[in-house]
């Protein structure tokens, strides 16, 4: 198909952020050193979960209306 391969690329670039982000809040901290530097800011990582949602689905919209453009294409064709 022509003209897809950036909205699956957004599907994945989205989908790598997600992941990434719900790894940092997952992050146990260790009881050993309680000041440690690479504490996980939540309301951060909440907003980077919630954008790659965002994208992940306006680029699953964009494929889904690519689909249809393409079934109406070949509805008036054949």
């Known amino acids: 198909m022509v ?3 950036a909205p699956l ?3 994945s670039r989205a989908q790598t952020s997600f992941d990434s982000a719900a790894a940092k809040i997952a992050q146990p901290v260790s009881p050993d050193a309680p000041n440690q530097q690479d504490e ?3 309301s951060d990582q ?3 979960l919630m954008q ?3 994208a992940y689905e ?3 919209k964009t494929l ?3 689909n249809q453009m393409q079934k109406t294409l070949l509805d008036l064709i054949g």
């Open 40 to 42: 996980v800011s939540l």
């Open 9 to 11: 690329e957004g599907l």
């Open 58 to 60: 306006a680029n699953l």
């Open 64 to 66: 889904q209306t690519g």
């Open 3 to 5: 003209g897809l391969s």
């Open 46 to 48: 909440m907003v980077a």
């Open 52 to 54: 790659s949602r965002n």
